[in-house]
């Protein structure tokens, strides 16, 4: 019987006995209204009866109910065992990531109370180095609802790190949320044996011979080396006994004395001759170590050997490892470094010049993350092939490590213009060289190369032309990559004055030096609709320094997150202050996103979290995005533009018509407004294309239901041009510049009817 049912049961029967214990009162008492015939006493008999039977039933429905209460407790016993006491940890997740459950062994995992897991992001315990890795999956997860399944490393709560296999599946909650259910089990322990798997057989499959063989000398196992040097396969030396590779050089004294060595001891070293299978006979520096197990003595001995007359050769090749890199066969930094000291010496001694091509491979992460290491190593290899085989027999080519290169020119000229001018010459030969698709594995790669050069002088160091090489290479990265830069001392200054920026904006942010600015946008009757807001650095001894100046370099770094997080706080503590006056109230204030803002994993719950704490209308919110952001994972930008919508946030495409413009994704995404870019207004009226551009886009956005807006308005003829032609709101010095808050709000007063 159910407990339900028991519960039940137990309730109809002390109603039933109230009844008949009230009856038996008041016949008692002598306030019932029956007849003499049942106040006989039979029918009291019949009455006692009756009660004392539902006395009965009573006892039986209350040991019932212990029952129920038992196997209650009982099931959540089972529950706590089966779920917290489970061997793998168990987590509840949020579609942004957050934990909202996890058992107890999920805590002795991370070695991390509860406390600290609940409400708390889950990606934070997941090492930096692998959350490319979950970021993949819980995308791929979010958009197709397909489970996944894969390693990664975490991180405990005192901070060491552990092997787990995540499997995490899509689920929903009581009230229809979307969550992720997460099952973690530390594989560290099977990750380390692959490893000691691994490491072993790359030891049992050495250089050296190795031979195992049973107590009696039976061959048991051979490695390739064996096969090698003696010139047995593995299927004819197993079975056999090891004296088959005897020459007879040594006598039965010399093996009594290995053997008692052996005996006592458990490892004999020496050397030893022995014969081919095709006669030769050879040396051997041999050791054999006893295998002995408990109470069994010695099972197996293993024998280690190597052929003595190649001696020559081993030597070539530790020569080898130590100068050249193991993927490419090209010499590593230490021969370089040899290289360029010679040629130092030979500037010196022939009075000429020299040059230093340093080599970096663009965009070779991306690479290596999406298509895997080992496809990124043949780039590698072909393209060590490539760059040795375009240059001088007497020139250098080396790999400095990861994806860079150099190449060290010889006595190139003895003027320096003209020594620059072949360097020069060479790294463009190599840019059209790479233009030529690599094939790797049947996958076509397009390979763009960014190159540094430094000219090899007579008072240079070492040390010194390396690093101006990769200076130059910076600056050739900086610049857009897939180019060649020389270097000179402004590059040194630049790349000084960069390093300390960098440590003065982490000092900014903390010393509040940040500040919005307001620049206005206007309709055709000059009345303000919205403003964007434009960061401002107001720094203690350079004065305001304007965006360009510090956003690229943010960019660059994780200060960007943390730069983007202040600006849309501000901005929406700024919409909430103007909510209060009605001149203010209905105005928009446009928040430029970054790149790396908008692929944060949990981007959106971030906005939300902002608009929900400032407590603003989110339709007052505009965010600007650029073609590039767009464009870089167009799947990933229409979901988090959708999500974002469903909040009442507005968008902007910033710098339209200067990337790859597509009706394509221009109608999938939930865009409100585009922004003609301030290249194009700075040629009109006049410039023919810039007009036909500008026209185009217009229509494009009135074709689509979308707002336009101008940038970089600063003439009359600028703006009547864009009315004329149907863009009736602008932003640029013709109205006003960027202004702090105070004097916008003046202007705003000052402009209104």
């Known amino acids: 019987m159910s407990s339900k049912k028991r519960l039940i049961n137990s309730k109809k029967a002390k109603i039933d006995a109230k009844i008949l214990r009230e009856k038996a009162e008041r016949i008692a008492s002598g306030t019932t209204f029956f007849s003499v015939e049942d106040l006989s006493p039979d029918k009291i008999q019949e009455l006692l009866q009756e009660l004392h039977v539902h006395q009965i039933e009573l006892e039986m429905q209350n040991d019932e109910l212990h029952q129920s209460k038992d196997e209650l407790n009982t099931v959540k016993e089972r529950y706590f065992d089966l779920y917290e006491l489970a061997p793998v940890g168990y987590f509840t997740l949020t579609a942004e990531g957050k934990i909202l459950q996890a058992n107890l062994t999920a805590t002795i995992l991370l070695s991390t109370p509860k406390s600290a897991l609940i409400n708390h992001l889950f990606n934070n315990f997941i090492a930096p180095e692998d959350q490319d890795i979950a970021y993949l999956h819980f995308k791929s997860l979010l958009s197709t609802y397909a489970s996944q399944s ?90 056999q006994y090891i004296s088959i590779l005897k020459s007879g050089r040594q006598g039965e004294q010399f093996y009594a004395r290995l053997w008692s060595t052996l005996s006592t001891q458990g490892r004999w070293q020496g050397e030893i001759w022995n014969r081919r299978k095709n006669g030769e006979v050879y040396a051997e520096l041999l050791t054999i170590t006893e295998v002995n197990k408990d109470g069994l003595g010695v099972t197996h ?71 895997g290491h080992n496809i990124g190593d043949l780039l590698l290899v072909d393209l060590a092939q490539r760059l040795r085989a375009n240059v001088r027999q007497s020139d250098t080519v080396g790999r400095q490590g990861g994806d860079e290169f150099v190449i060290l020119l010889d006595e190139l000229s003895h003027e320096m213009s003209e020594a620059a001018t072949m360097a020069q010459q060479l790294g463009e030969k190599l840019h059209e060289v790479m233009k030529k698709p690599f094939d790797l594995n049947g996958f076509e790669y397009h390979c763009k190369i960014s190159i540094g050069i430094s000219l090899v002088t007579k008072d240079a160091t070492v040390e010194d032309l390396l690093k101006h090489a990769d200076i130059a290479l910076y600056k050739a990265k900086d610049e857009g990559r897939n180019r060649l830069r020389f270097f000179d001392p402004t590059m040194q200054e630049a790349l000084e004055y960069r390093n300390t920026l960098e440590s003065e904006l982490n000092y900014a942010l903390s010393q509040k030096q940040f500040y919005l600015y307001y620049q206005p946008q206007v309709d055709t009757q000059g009345q303000v609709q919205g403003a964007e807001a434009l960061i401002r650095w107001h720094h203690p001894i350079r004065g305001v320094i304007p965006p360009h100046h510090f956003i690229s370099l943010a960019e660059d770094t994780e200060l960007i997150l943390f730069i983007g997080s202040w600006v849309m706080e501000s901005a929406c503590s700024q919409l909430k202050k103007w909510e209060e006056s009605p001149l203010t109230k209905t105005l928009q204030i446009a928040v430029n996103v970054s790149a790396r803002e908008f692929r944060q994993i949990n981007y959106v719950s971030q906005v939300k979290r902002i608009i929900q704490t400032s407590g603003i209308n989110p339709s007052r919110l505009k965010l600007e995005l650029t073609e590039s952001i767009v464009l870089d994972n167009i799947s990933d930008t229409i979901e988090k533009m959708n999500m974002l919508k469903q909040l009442g946030v507005t968008f902007s495409i910033d710098d339209f018509g200067t990337g790859f413009s597509s009706l394509s994704y221009l109608a999938k995404l939930p865009l409100d407004q585009l922004k003609i870019d301030k290249s194009f207004v700075d040629n009109i009226p006049g410039a023919k294309n810039d007009e036909l551009i500008i026209k185009i886009i217009i229509n494009m956005a009135n074709g689509l239901e979308m707002d336009v807006i101008a940038e970089g308005v600063e003439t009359q003829a600028q703006r ?30 000052l402009n209104s009817n």
């Open 150 to 239: 894969f390693e990664l490393q975490m991180i405990k709560g005192d901070g060491s790190k552990f092997w787990a296999q995540v499997d995490v599946s899509h689920s929903q909650n009581s009230i229809g949320q979307r969550t992720l259910r997460l099952i973690i089990n530390d594989i560290s322990e099977r990750k380390n044996t692959q490893r000691d798997l691994a490491i072993a057989a790359i030891a049992f499959e050495s250089q050296n011979g190795i031979v195992i063989t049973n107590a009696k000398g039976t061959i048991l196992r051979v490695n390739q080396a064996f096969t090698r040097i003696t010139g047995y396969a593995a299927k004819e030396a197993i079975g």
């Open 301 to 371: 001995y293993v024998g280690n050997f190597s052929d003595i007359t190649e001696d020559k050769e081993a030597e070539a090749a530790i020569h080898r490892l130590a100068y050249h890199d193991s993927l490419t066969g090209l010499p590593n930094r230490r021969l370089l470094q040899d290289r360029i000291t010679q040629s130092i010496y030979t500037s010196v001694r022939s009075l000429s010049y020299g040059a230093i091509l340093f080599i970096d491979v663009d965009y070779f992460k991306t690479l290596n993350d999406t298509r």
């Open 720 to 749: 009547d041009f864009l009315e004329a032609n149907g863009c009736i709101t602008y932003q640029g010095y013709l109205f006003s510049k960027p202004l702090p808050i105070t004097e916008f709000e003046h202007y705003l007063k």
